[in-house]
């Protein structure tokens, strides 16, 4: 079983950065491939970014392409999300994600991942 806990979220005005961390405990996650996720009120989560299990593959949503870094400290069983140039639409629920199916594949799917934690709050001012 794995626990997953963000952390760093905040208020923060349009166009500045935020960074957030998801430490992970229970067994090691240097063989998962993890993701972001974010959800607003009243619409459904959506995929933000996902890491290979060596960090060497990454993949974005487009609408935080070129803004947002999505990087992971497999030796301190951690993930990150640097998010730059905020926006007003970024305005979310972060949540961190690990997808155990060690395959080599990198998901985009809510459902393809098996342990979730609670959620950071980032709110974006304009």
Do not use: H
């Given at each position: ?9 905040g ?56 803004r ?10 951690t ?48």
């Amino acid at each position: 079983q794995v626990q997953l806990v963000e952390s760093g979220g905040g208020l923060v005005q349009a166009g500045g950065p935020l960074r957030l961390s998801c430490a992970a405990s229970g067994r090691t996650i240097r063989t998962y491939a993890m993701g972001w996720f974010r959800q607003s009120p009243g619409k459904e989560r959506e995929f933000v970014a996902v890491i290979s299990w060596s960090g060497g593959t990454t993949y974005y949503a487009d609408s935080v392409k070129g803004r947002f870094t999505i990087s992971r400290d497999n030796a301190k069983n951690t993930l990150f999300l640097q998010m730059n140039s905020l926006k007003p639409e970024d305005t979310a629920v972060y949540y961190c994600a690990a997808d155990n199916a060690n395959d080599g594949l990198l998901r985009q799917r809510v459902s393809a991942y098996d342990y979730w934690g609670q959620g950071t709050q980032v709110t974006v001012s304009s």
